[in-house]
């Protein structure tokens, strides 16, 4: 039985198959070249903290790999098209294994994931530790704003939507974070700070950070909570530690003492139910 | 050649004997009927209107976000949109079209059946599936509209307090529908897998489609259950005063995200391996050879289906009480599996007479589109790199890459067996140019959201901040989802202009499985005659004596003697 | 019967190895339950098939020198046209739509589903159209 001819109304396109080699190849080439001498990207930035940073190290190694594999394998698969496409009639050699070759791509890929997985434990165990910390703050997440308390002074700052609430902390200070949420599930997400954590109801997520630059970034909710979810926005402001305490002696007025005394001690109730009963699901939260 | 043999496998007839279907004509014979061959193909045809209804969500959503503060739909609309969306396209389009449209018509005739285990049932699969289809879209008649807390429903904000509303309760009642038509076809394609194939099909001469819906099926009775009993509390919750997935009883939101995704993960598997099938059958068929390290492949698929139940909680990496690394190590460990099916097509290909139908176009389009979701899927896996693309679209972009890589798996399956369902091939020209506006639209969608989520951009949001880049980026995607509406119009044209114009007779593609033995269309309960099975591909033997497989240590390219010189009747 | 006990059961003991590792290791119940149900239920019917392959005859279908006519004869029984799918989906149907719009759809959803049950079983011992 001769080689099918496609059905009448189509014939193979030879040019479209060069633009598709050249199209598979343009990649990996570009990536060749746009990497110049220094370490790229690859769309991630280093961002404002110790841990944003590794987190943007890692992100680099793991594209330098997926570029690597993802070169050979596009490499592999539009030389097998190019290179085997049909010419005649004949049947091919019918091979089905080759198990050296099966081995190999079992075995290797293995590897290059526990050599990913050690990497990511690197950067993990860094990112979810508590070093000791003075100053802490406390994130209220609700539909559909913010609310930071710092406990231990009488700052509070609360903010609706587009208000966009303004979470001062200081640089080169590790900063603690308290997250909960009052009502629905949150996401707290800075973008500067290559990090993001659910605000969730009796519960009590607990990060800390470590700023390096000053400057004023923008944050979001992340996790679908309602209506003005697209809204939900808030700021974070790193400021040298000496304006940060300026900022702080701001709130000792009366009224805004009692206002704060007020929260912290809603606060305190609500993180010490969330802490002593879902202790076990806080276990792994850090 | 006298390996073929008469007489007929004997079917039993309660009415005299007669081999032609008597019986209701029209309406009441589609509603009436069992033959899997029919209900099939009214899964395919609702799943691909389904398909256009999601596909038509997404373009509003597009409209929406081409400009920054879009005003196109209201910021209610757009949580109903992507919503409905996500359900649509997850749960009405790409999981029966999986698993209830071409698995049903080609599994028995892949396997020498007559029909699917229990004809009865699976015509039952197919109306709770129309049936749950409909209460879940009638949401948008009801007030307060269709349900909008997301594909995926997280609680606290899925309960009657944040969400009241029949729509909610239609979104619920639709998935019993669909997950119990889900798990009945799980249950038929495992017996008919099990009990049902010809004589001489060992489990290790089954195609790799057959394979890869068996494992289906079984990933099916292992998650979808869970789904189940997850809406069945969502639902109490709601109504009867129960407090599982609330605080102020006692009870612990994130265990409906335990729940959800323990379905959730194994669910993509669903969704993913039947496409697998089709291209492994795609590739080896226009390659002109036998796929490569078929053991392998089918020792794959089961590891990712082992490893599948125990991934889970990597959608959860960021409520910060889940054990990341449990879940990071095993998640990376199914990218193994996939990357050697991965090479195992490209072995395939390898040396092969690779040519480029409308059907191989579709499946080599997969293989590329598949890596770039599979490598950045990868990334997704390392919780610290997740932290910063959980929920932004850079995962929107992941997985639209995965499920756009399946939808290029089902347009190469449904051009590959179109023919044999049907009897008449589709325009080759006119699916040339599906091929291109489809291909090139997923890249150019997909390409600028990855960016779009590395730039700070989260998901489910109906409005952005006034920023050129992120408009830039946005509106380059909207044009990559009109492409790719292009492409869905010129596959409904192609069907139309080919309506019964090219007949294809029995094996148009000199394919390789024993479905092509048969004519185009089967005819009722499938064979006439039925060749001798002795390999995984028993009509490319028949064809094809001189060019068995080689098997391991062979390196001839002269002819084998068939096996079995002595069957002659 | 052999291949398909030994995918069941490898599936089932994989499932079960992970469990223990995880259950262990987490101290999550949700996961740990769900995934040990799992584990039974791959080992339910791939014991079953354990047992029962080594008692049976080999079909057919395991015997890879088989040919055509050792697989003459009835293969099962495959019941043509019948309104009781369609009956039954119908009443699935209006059960839902009880749980949305109130408990009286339940009467036509129930009766539905009892018609359903009842004229399909009587069917089944009948036979059936073809």
Redesign the interface.
């Known amino acids: 039985?001769p080689?099918?001819a496609?059905?009448?109304?189509?014939a193979?396109?030879r040019s479209?198959?060069w633009r598709r080699v050249r199209r598979?190849a343009a990649l990996p080439l570009a990536a060749l070249v746009l990497s110049g001498c220094t370490v790229p990207g690859f769309?991630?930035?280093p961002g404002d903290t110790t841990?944003?940073q590794?987190?943007y190290h890692?992100?680099q190694g793991?594209s330098i790999g997926?570029v690597i594999?993802?070169g050979i394998?596009?490499g592999?698969?539009a030389w097998?098209?190019v290179r085997?496409?049909?010419?005649?009639d004949?049947?091919?050699?019918?091979?089905?294994?080759?198990?050296p070759?099966?081995v190999f791509?079992?075995v290797m890929?293995?590897l290059i994931?526990f050599g990913?997985?050690a990497a990511?434990?690197v950067?993990?165990n860094k990112?979810?530790s508590n070093p000791k910390t003075n100053v802490t703050i406390n994130v209220n997440a609700f539909q559909w704003g913010w609310q930071f308390i710092y406990p231990g002074t009488n700052a509070l700052v609360y903010g609706q939507t587009t208000q966009s609430p303004i979470m001062e902390m200081p640089v080169n200070t590790n900063v603690h974070v308290n997250l909960t949420s009052t009502?629905?599930?949150h996401?707290f997400?800075v973008?500067a700070?290559?990090?993001?954590?659910?605000a969730?109801?009796?519960?009590v997520?607990q990060?800390t950070f470590r700023a390096q630059n000053t400057g004023t970034f923008?944050g979001?909710?992340?996790?679908?909570?309602?209506?003005?979810?697209?809204?939900m926005w808030f700021r974070v402001k790193v400021v040298p530690a000496a304006q940060y305490a300026q900022w702080i002696s701001t709130f000792n007025n009366p009224a805004d003492a009692a206002a704060a005394a007020a929260a912290i001690k809603t606060t305190n109730e609500e993180l010490a139910t969330g802490v002593a009963s879902?202790a076990?699901?806080?276990?792994?939260?850090? | 050649m006298t390996d073929v043999l008469d007489p007929p496998i004997h079917i039993e007839h309660h009415d005299g004997g007669h081999e032609e279907h008597h019986g209701a004509t029209g309406i009441l014979n589609w509603l009436t009927s069992t033959d899997h061959k029919v209900i099939g193909m009214s899964y395919t045809v609702t799943s691909v209107i389904m398909m256009v209804i999601g596909g038509a969500f997404a373009e509003i959503i597009r409209a929406q976000l081409a400009t920054p503060n879009g005003s196109l739909v209201s910021l209610a609309q757009y949580n109903e949109l992507f919503t409905m969306h996500g359900s649509v396209m997850i749960y009405l389009f790409a999981g029966p079209f999986a698993f209830g449209a071409l698995a049903n018509i080609i599994v028995p005739i892949q396997i020498g059946a007559p029909d699917m285990a229990f004809p009865r049932l699976n015509a039952l699969s197919y109306w709770l599936y129309l049936t749950g289809s409909i209460t879940m879209l009638s949401g948008f008649f009801v007030a307060g509209g269709a349900a909008n807390f997301g594909w995926v429903a997280y609680a606290p904000l899925s309960n009657s307090l944040n969400t009241p509303g029949s729509g909610a309760d239609l979104w619920i009642g639709g998935l019993l529908l669909t997950g119990f038509s889900a798990i009945f076809t799980g249950v038929n394609l495992c017996a008919t897998i099990f009990y049902l194939r010809a004589p001489g099909m060992t489990m290790f001469r089954m195609p790799i489609f057959t394979w890869n819906m068996l494992v289906t099926a079984i990933l099916i009775l292992l998650a979808f259950p869970v789904l189940t009993a997850g809406l069945i509390m969502l639902y109490c919750d709601r109504h009867f005063g129960t407090h599982i997935f609330s605080v102020a009883g006692g009870g612990v939101p994130v265990l409906w995200q335990h729940i959800f995704w323990f379905w959730g993960h194994p669910e993509v598997y669903i969704l993913a391996l039947p496409f697998f099938g089709m291209v492994t059958e795609v590739i080896a068929v226009f390659s002109r050879k036998p796929v490569f390290g078929y053991k392998g492949m089918v020792f794959a698929t089961l590891t990712i289906a082992a490893l599948s139940l125990g991934v889970w909680a990597h959608h959860m990496f960021t409520t910060g009480v889940v054990l990341l690394p449990f879940f990071s190590i095993m998640s990376l460990l199914i990218a193994v599996p996939t990357g050697i099916k991965m090479f195992n097509w490209i072995g395939t290909m390898w040396k092969g007479q690779v040519w480029f139908s409308t059907a191989m176009l579709m499946s080599i389009g997969f293989l590329f589109t598949f890596l770039v979701g599979g490598l950045t899927g990868i990334y997704l896996a390392s919780p610290p790199l997740d932290f910063f693309t959980h929920d932004t679209y850079f995962v929107v972009a992941h997985f639209h890459s995965i499920v756009m890589a399946l939808v290029l798996g089902a347009m190469s399956g449904l051009y590959y067996w179109g023919p044999k369902i049907t009897g008449y091939l589709l325009n080759e020209r006119l699916g040339k140019a599906q091929f291109w506006f489809l291909f090139i639209g997923i890249q150019v969608f997909t390409f600028p959201i990855y960016l779009l989520g590395l730039y700070g951009m989260p998901r489910r949001v109906a409005v952005y901040p006034a920023n050129p880049q992120w408009k830039a980026l946005n509106d380059l995607s909207t044009l990559g989802a009109v492409l790719i509406g292009v492409s869905t119009v010129i596959f409904v044209v192609n069907i139309v202009v080919s309506w019964k114009k090219y007949p294809a007779g029995d094996n148009p593609w000199d394919a390789q499985t024993l479905e092509w033995f048969t004519t185009s269309p089967p005819p009722h309960h499938n064979f006439y005659r039925l060749p001798q099975i002795r390999s995984e591909r028993p009509t490319w033997d028949h064809n094809h004596p001189e060019h068995r497989t080689l098997h391991h240590g062979e390196h001839d390219v002269d002819p084998q003697v068939p096996e079995s010189e002595g069957e002659h009747v | 019967m052999k291949t398909e006990a030994k995918v069941l059961l490898g599936l089932g003991t994989f499932f079960g190895l992970m469990c223990a590792v995880y259950w262990n290791w987490s101290l999550e119940n949700a996961g740990g339950v769900m995934m040990f149900a799992g584990m039974l239920l791959c080992f339910l019917p791939g014991s079953y098939y354990f047992w029962w392959s080594r008692r049976m005859k080999p079909r057919p279908e395991d015997n890879p020198q088989a040919t055509q006519t050792q697989g003459a004869g009835v293969v099962g029984a495959f019941p043509g046209s019948s309104i009781f799918p369609f009956v039954m989906g119908m009443g699935a149907f209006f059960v839902v739509l009880a749980l949305v719009f109130g408990i009286w759809l339940l009467v036509p959803g129930l009766a539905l589903v009892v018609w359903a049950l009842l004229g399909g079983t009587a069917e089944g011992r009948r036979g059936g159209h073809h």
Request: hydrophobic residues 35%; glycine residues 8%; contains cysteine.
């Open positions: 039985m080689t099918p496609l059905p009448p109304q189509g193979p396109d479209r198959r598979a769309g991630a930035t841990s944003s590794s987190a890692l992100w793991f997926a594999v993802g394998t596009v592999l698969m097998a098209v085997y496409r049909r010419r005649g004949h049947i091919p050699v019918q091979h089905q294994y080759h198990l070759l099966e791509y079992t890929p293995i994931v990913l997985f990511t434990l950067v993990e990112e979810t009502d629905v599930i996401g997400y973008h700070f290559n990090f993001s954590r659910y969730l109801p009796g519960v997520n990060f923008f979001q909710c992340t996790q679908l909570c309602g209506l003005y979810h697209s809204l879902k076990s699901y806080t276990k792994f939260g850090r």
